[in-house]
């Protein structure tokens, strides 16, 4: 079955610093990759996704690129900000149904200081 | 706004009792899911279902059984709660039929089995 890396498993930055978190990911048929943000006491939410066709997609200070052949994906947050600490976890998936598929690193925690 | 509840937010239990956690959500979404969050191993999931009265392994079901039998609501049992089943138990669900449909997540249900 899919197996889901993530790296670093705690992440400290100053404000205003950019953040980096790393996956990769062992199904070649694997062909979404969603990352989810679970705040302290929260729920997890989606904050971006990927999907196998694009190479990298962006959303204000969040972006996320994806390296098929290296099978590894990543997200990038710049100019954080406090409001950015939090538990992110990466996924990587294919399909639904009984056959449904989607497995989720361990989670980084990034801790943003003021 | 979606909204998946979960019944119980705290639970003690004494090993051997059987546990009963119940998740609704309200959006008329086809999948619903349960996953276990301990520290350090994220995500994993532990039943899914696509479909009323359908019901999937996801990769660590031993020790529990679910039940769907309306569309609305999804019920993780522990026939026998054992200690090691001490966890944060998060139910989710999502519209569309395959990994690529948003998870929207409850706010968990942390059972202590002692």
């Known amino acids: 079955g899919e197996n889901v890396e993530q790296h670093p498993s705690t992440l400290s930055v100053q404000e205003g610093d950019s953040a980096v978190i790393k996956c990769t990911y062992s199904?070649?048929?694997?062909?979404?990759f969603p990352w989810y943000k679970q705040e302290l006491g929260k729920r997890p939410q989606l904050i971006i996704d990927i999907r196998s066709n694009v190479g990298e997609k962006k959303d204000q200070r969040i972006a996320v690129t994806l390296n098929k052949t290296a099978k590894h994906f990543s997200l990038h947050i710049t100019e954080t900000q406090p409001e950015d600490s939090a538990v992110y976890f990466c996924?990587?998936?294919?399909?639904?149904?009984?056959?449904?598929?989607?497995?989720f690193g361990k989670g980084t925690l990034l801790t943003v200081n003021p | 706004d979606v909204k998946v509840t979960q019944s119980s937010r705290y639970l003690v239990k004494r090993t051997g009792e059987k546990v009963f956690l119940e998740c609704v959500q309200d959006?008329?979404?086809?999948?619903m899911f349960w996953y276990r969050q301990d520290p350090g191993l994220g995500l994993r999931l532990i039943y899914f279902s696509y479909d009323v009265k359908m019901k999937e392994k996801g990769d660590i079901p031993e020790g529990y059984s679910v039940s769907r039998e309306k569309k609305e609501r999804f019920s993780l049992i522990l026939e026998s709660a054992s200690t090691n089943q001490t966890s944060m138990y998060l139910c989710?669900?999502?519209?569309?039929?395959?990994?690529?449909?948003?998870?929207?997540f409850g706010e968990g249900s942390r059972l202590t089995v002692l």
């Open positions: 959006m008329d979404h086809e999948n």
């Open positions: 199904d070649s048929a694997s062909n979404y």
């Open positions: 996924a990587g998936g294919v399909g639904g149904g009984s056959n449904y598929k989607l497995t």
């Open positions: 989710a669900s999502s519209l569309l039929g395959g990994v690529t449909g948003e998870l929207f």
